[in-house]
């Protein structure tokens, strides 16, 4: 298994433009989440989802959309970038049900918003 | 939403010895969860310990549990270069089991 991948590993976009990280699992997982990591803060919970077609707003949520149309992947749109995005983006997966708790993590994509 | 925070933020120790941490948090929890990030990495889960658990051990690491102080503690005995990392602990709330992170511990392992 491959794992939680996440596409592209870096990318820098000017102030305005628009993009999408990709991010798939193959571990048939139905809980998908996407973080930030910002120095110093930790990470924080963009958006989540509970299972194809359902999706939730984290804690930062403003100036991201997400949608779930296959259990696989969970991308993640910028609408209209600004330099306060500019972090390090982490996409998790884990099974459903209280006995299997543990996330898995991407290896991140960073992200420099000029 | 609540979120775990580490003390010491950083930590540098000699190999051999043992490096502690501690995390508190605000409110109940289902289960508290720590992680480790090498550096230019995504997070690796290392341990979770359930709100009725008080301790666990898994390999060299002890993690313990008070709920009545709400705050845990992760020790790494005998540490080894290779624990160089930052370590976050995460604690799960409500139905849908989300994660609240703390801003990470950084430990250095001197060989």
């Known amino acids: 298994n491959a794992g939680v991948t996440q596409t592209p590993k870096f990318q820098v976009l000017k102030t305005g433009q628009s993009m999408t990280l990709q991010c798939a699992q193959d571990m048939n997982h139905e809980y998908m989440s996407w973080y930030r990591q910002d120095p110093g803060m930790g990470l924080r919970l963009i958006h989540y989802?509970?299972?194809?077609?359902?999706?939730d707003q984290g804690e930062v949520p403003n100036g991201y959309n997400v949608s779930r149309s296959t259990t696989e992947d969970f991308p993640l749109r910028l609408l209209s970038a600004a330099p306060s995005q500019t972090s390090v983006y982490f996409c998790?997966?884990?099974?459903?049900?209280?006995?299997?708790?543990?996330?898995?993590f991407g290896p991140g994509t960073r992200l420099l918003v000029l | 939403s609540q979120q775990g925070e580490e003390d010491p933020q950083a930590l540098s120790i000699q190999e051999g010895e043992n490096a502690t941490m501690n995390c508190s948090y605000k409110?109940?929890?289902?289960?508290l969860q720590w992680y480790r990030q090498n550096s230019g990495r995504g997070l690796v889960h290392l341990i979770l310990i359930r709100s009725n658990e008080r301790e666990k051990h898994s390999g060299r690491l002890r993690v313990t549990l008070d709920t009545s102080k709400k705050s845990s503690s992760l020790l790494i005995t005998a540490s080894r270069a290779a624990d160089t990392a930052s370590y976050f602990c995460a604690t799960s709330q409500g139905g849908n089991n989300r994660l609240a992170f703390g801003k990470g511990n950084q430990v250095v392992v001197i060989p």
């Open positions: 998790a997966s884990r099974p459903a049900g209280t006995k299997q708790e543990t996330q898995y």
């Open positions: 409110t109940s929890i289902n289960n």
């Open positions: 989802s509970v299972g194809a077609g359902i999706t």
